[in-house]
């Protein structure tokens, strides 16, 4: 072998071994950034993502909750460190709700929307017992106490807070919001007899008995356990058909091309797979896989819409 053959081969070699440092990433444990407390919505719904994950890949992945601000403190955390691919963050729609109300300088151009994966429904939640649990009763109700009947949910300003608002709007009601400090709480409140309404999503009544699903935002009903459930439409109220929360994962912009399409091809895993689907299924919402060009035109919408809602509810300047 010649002298030029031998080059050849040992720049082939250290080329290769390159592309296979590159190649192993993931290197070190990956942290999910939720901005829910251990236990909330978020935090379950982080774990049982990384529970099914790990079916495809030897990482390891590790949930760190930063709650506060509705999520504008997570988020600010991820933009503060590397973009290394070793930090994802939980996202929902909400999230985009408090950074307009809160007036957070986030720009949501310099984080990397990655996967959409759920569109659930927006709903009215009840206490069964209640001699107030169904619309027409939450109607006359709010009317006989002109502002004084109390709706309670997490964290003003966020997407429940908003659909709340239109909600008031389109039934031409007047109604309290009392909010605390996560959605368990909440919904706690309800149980106890603080409030007559939760606006969430139809899973959050699944483990709670007491509670169920009065009216659901979708064009149609939905099916399952929640087949029953009157859409918005169907009582009569316009402007309420595809109210949703959705909920993914995004990662600060600037990520290596060998860490993005690791997670491309794992969402897509994930997203196939039947248990996780089933899951998703059974909370009555929707399965999907948004990827970042698609992902990043709906923060958008949202975050003009919002911010549009807002003005037109006098919550914001």
């Known amino acids: 072998m010649n002298k030029i053959a031998v080059f050849m081969t040992v720049v082939a070699i250290v080329s290769g071994s390159v592309a296979n440092v590159w190649a192993k ?17 978020g935090d379950v719904f982080s774990r049982k993502f990384a529970a099914i994950a790990k079916q495809y ?11 506060g601000a509705g999520g504008v403190m997570a988020i600010k955390h991820i933009l503060k460190s590397p973009a290394d691919g070793y930090k994802l963050a939980f996202v929902t729609r909400s999230n985009i709700g408090k950074i307009v109300s809160t007036g957070s300088n986030i720009d949501i151009e310099k984080l990397s929307w990655m996967a959409l994966m759920v569109s659930d429904p927006e709903a009215i939640i009840t206490l069964k017992k209640s001699p107030i649990n169904t619309w027409e009763q939450l109607v006359a109700d709010a009317k006989a106490k002109n502002g004084k009947q109390i709706w309670v949910g997490p964290a003003s300003g966020g997407n429940d807070h908003i659909m709340a608002m239109k909600i008031w709007e389109a039934a031409g009601i007047k109604t309290k919001w009392v909010p605390y400090k996560s959605g368990g709480k909440a919904m706690a409140a309800l149980m106890g007899g603080h409030g007559v309404a939760y606006v969430g999503n139809p899973q959050d009544v699944i483990g709670r ?29 316009k402007g309420l058909d595809n109210e949703i929360m959705w909920r993914g994962f995004m990662a600060k912009k600037g990520l290596t091309k060998e860490s993005y399409d690791f997670y491309m091809e794992l969402f897509k895993k994930v997203n196939q797979n039947p248990k996780w689907r089933e899951h998703i299924l059974k909370g009555g919402a929707t399965p999907v896989f948004y990827k970042e060009d698609r992902f990043l035109d709906i923060v958008r919408q949202d975050q003009a819409e919002f911010t549009a809602t807002l003005k037109k509810l006098g919550a914001i300047k």
Do not use: H, M
């Open 25 to 41: 990433f993931p290197e070190k444990p990956i942290k999910i950034v939720v901005y829910t407390k251990p236990g909330g919505a």
């Open 57 to 67: 890949t030897d990482a390891n992945f590790v949930v760190i909750n930063k709650p």
């Open 209 to 237: 008995p007491d509670l169920k699903v009065a009216v659901i935002s979708s064009p149609a009903r939905i099916g399952g356990d929640f087949s029953g459930v009157p859409t918005f439409k169907e009582l009569g109220v």
